[in-house]
């Protein structure tokens, strides 16, 4: 039966289509027929409010039953067991439809009239977890429409319902993109067009622009204009960067789908450039790299972030869901390697992170993160009054200084790009929500909204050897990314080959042109955001009574099935559920938090906590220490006082230290450790980081 149905989904995935030979982006005429209708349209747009919402794997599972068995035999769809009627928390079972209403009914009592746009990236359908329930590709195709309609009903304009234009139908732009689970099988979706994108293109056709609907046909990709020739937002298709996705081979070959839609991304940019226009691109798969593990084909990672690089002065920030864990991610130009892109480098094999991470797989990837950080450049500490004075009076400048900035790509820090990754809604640990605020100084200043049309780019860019030689020496040298590939690629050696690929490399900003939002606080750029989440432990009010609440089961950090921090447990045989009042918390705020202590999201901020996350040997105001108590506020006490508790109990343990080589060191790092927990969306008990993430420690007085 399954060979059947792999045979008739996956053969119709396969049938070949000629793509066409040049990409065809969209070109702003400026003016044209219908303005005067545009410019009324306009007047009647509600006010910037400078927030977004961005939601992320939702999971519906209609068969979702409560108090049921949340063993991986059951799935939360039968038998008896702790799962809550809204969810059962901290395991691997999917959302039930309660939990997805009381989502969408927060938000409209909540956001909704405090966001100007929604991004919502993917995995809108429950997983294939129960051998009983096989998944169908219409059950598939209707929670995704179900979702649909969950928006309609928080954000449509009933008026505009059912007129016969679909794009206006709602009060403020909601842009969706596929997650690996939106397909079956999943993981694998072939080169378009094919029966899926033409399946969503009907399922979003209220989402995607009519001038875009035959590209997102034959890519599933699109973008919108979420304030007309200001801003876009760029829905990528991150399954044909997929490193799991068995029916595509990378991006290096330009018959692959990925190499089309990094064209594609590439053809985009370069228009918004010209307009003068900013982007922010989202996606459900991100761009996971690690020394021993990764997400993308390593070819599509490497063009994305030379692209990256390149377009620094465009893109604002990217996002992007599926790993169901709070965290960032830093793409180094340095990385670059001109072999891998062209796919012909024998590059070291990392492991596909391939699914959703389990605790234990987390734990591996998160700890990996933080030994590369540990290696970032160190900015230098701050001189001194008295040396500044000296400095003054010698005319020297700071050479320290003028070193970090030169290992990060100036004072800016455009040496690096950077991914943020948003939590789920699934309640594999918590169900969470990110609001992102972002500046709209000179936002409203509005142009006519635009007519399009579609431009030949066939030479849109030189090939990439004509802009190494027109690179002139002390621009290679502020851009070490590009130089090393222009060394590269004008070496004799490789001359035939880089020829023969027709490699096109963007151009990047102009030498006059500031620094992009993504990297200085302008226009667009992102100032902080709210992680919201929701307490389902306290909101299903099955086991507030009982111990389990401070227990751990070995089955929330395994490595296989999760069964929960109740597993084992049952609710009171016949009783009804009593949930308490559902809502969103505020987990944490970036805009007043004081240990991340982030005064904005621009890249240099992230690239100081990267290394202050990192450091084996933190800084005083870093540690956990019995005299740090004293010295925050008292908003931040419980949360260090709970960290203080528990290192006095690891201490007890002695436990054998995961990081040996930095077992004699005596400080324990709080922004680490806080960056552990939010990972988790507070889920995890509180002993756990110190047992999965830390060293044998002695509490320091601070004399």
């Not at 939360?76 to 959302?95: K, N, Q, V």
């Not at 200043?445 to 635009?450: A, C, H, I, K, L």
């Not at 506020?633 to 230290?657: G, I, M, R, T, V």
Request: charged share 25%; hydrophobic share 30%.
């Amino acid at each position: 039966m399954y060979l059947l149905i792999w045979n008739l989904l996956f053969g119709a995935f396969s049938s070949s289509h000629a793509a066409p030979t040049t990409q065809k982006p969209l070109l702003s005429t400026g003016h044209g027929d219908g303005l005067e209708d545009n410019l009324i349209r306009e007047s009647t747009i509600r006010p910037l409010r400078g927030k977004f919402l961005h939601i992320s794997d939702l999971h519906p599972d209609p068969f979702y039953k409560y108090h049921s068995s949340s063993r991986q035999e059951d799935a939360c769809h039968r038998g008896d067991g702790p799962a809550g009627i809204l969810g059962a928390e901290t395991t691997d079972c999917d959302s039930p439809i309660s939990l997805i209403n009381a989502t969408f009914k927060w938000i409209d009592d909540n956001l909704k009239d405090e966001i100007d746009f929604v991004i919502w990236t993917g995995d809108s359908a429950r997983h294939d977890n129960d051998e009983q329930i096989p998944r169908t590709v219409e059950q598939v195709s209707s929670l995704n429409r179900m979702l649909v309609n969950k928006f309609v009903e928080v954000f449509g304009m009933e008026e505009n319902i059912n007129d016969t234009d679909p794009t206006n139908d709602f009060i403020i732009p909601i842009i969706p993109t596929w997650g690996n689970n939106d397909i079956l099988p999943h993981n694998i979706l072939a080169k378009g067009p094919n029966p899926w994108t033409k399946r969503y293109l009907d399922i979003w056709r209220k989402f995607i622009p009519e001038e875009q609907r035959h590209s997102f046909e034959r890519g599933g990709w699109f973008y919108v204009e979420v304030i007309p020739n200001k801003l876009a937002v760029l829905s990528l298709n991150t399954l044909y960067f997929f490193d799991s996705n068995a029916a595509v081979d990378g991006c290096a070959d330009p018959s692959e789908p990925g190499h089309q839609h990094l064209e594609w991304l590439r053809i985009q940019l370069q228009f918004l450039r010209e307009r003068g226009m900013k982007a922010i691109l989202m996606g459900h798969v991100p761009p996971a790299r690690t020394e021993s593990k990764m997400s993308w084909d390593e070819t599509c990672w490497q063009r994305y972030n030379l692209w990256m690089h390149q377009f620094r002065d465009v893109v604002v920030g990217s996002v992007y869901g599926h790993m169901n864990i709070d965290h960032f991610m830093l793409q180094d130009s340095y990385d670059l390697d001109l072999l891998s892109i062209l796919g012909t480098n024998e590059y070291s094999k990392r492991i596909t992170i391939g699914d959703e991470l389990n605790a234990q797989s987390a734990a591996s990837y998160l700890t990996e993160l933080r030994s590369e950080w540990s290696h970032l450049p160190k900015p230098p500490k701050a001189d001194s009054k008295k040396k500044k004075m000296q400095r003054r009076k010698i005319g020297n400048s700071n050479t320290k200084e003028e070193k970090y900035h030169k290992n990060i790509g100036g004072s800016w820090g455009e040496r690096y790009s950077l991914s943020l990754i948003s939590p789920s809604v699934i309640p594999n640990y918590f169900p969470s929500l990110r609001v992102i605020e972002y500046n709209i100084t000179n936002a409203e200043m509005r142009s006519p909204t635009p007519t399009f049309l579609e431009a030949e780019v066939d030479d849109l860019d030189g090939n990439m050897l004509g802009l190494c030689r027109d690179v002139d020496r002390d621009r290679r040298h502020e851009n070490l990314g590009l130089t090393i590939l222009c060394n590269q690629a004008m070496n004799e050696s490789m001359d035939y080959t880089v020829k023969k690929s027709r490699l096109k490399i963007p151009k990047g900003p102009a030498k006059s042109s500031p620094p992009g939002p993504a990297y200085s606080s302008q226009t667009f750029s992102w100032l902080g955001y709210t992680q919201y989440y929701a307490n389902l432990t306290e909101i299903n009010n099955d086991f507030m009574n009982s111990t389990v609440l401070r227990e751990i089961n070995e089955d929330v950090v395994g490595s296989g099935w999760k069964e929960g921090k109740h597993h084992g447990k049952h609710p009171k045989k016949k009783s009804k559920p009593s949930p308490r009042n559902f809502e969103f918390e505020v987990e944490y705020d970036t805009r007043d938090d004081q240990i991340f202590g982030l005064k904005d999201l621009t890249v240099k901020s992230y690239l100081t906590l990267a290394g202050r996350i990192g450091q084996y040997k933190p800084e005083k105001g870093d540690r956990i220490s019995a005299n740090t108590l004293n010295e925050k506020s008292s908003a931040q006490e419980p949360e260090d006082h709970n960290l203080l508790q528990s290192c006095k109990k690891h201490k007890k343990k002695k436990k054998h230290s995961k990081h040996p080589k930095h077992e004699k060191r005596k400080a324990i790092n709080r922004v680490w450790f806080t960056f552990v927990r939010r990972a988790f969306v507070g889920s995890r008990d509180e002993n756990d980081p110190h047992d999965e993430f830390g060293q044998p420690v002695e509490l320091l007085s601070d004399s």
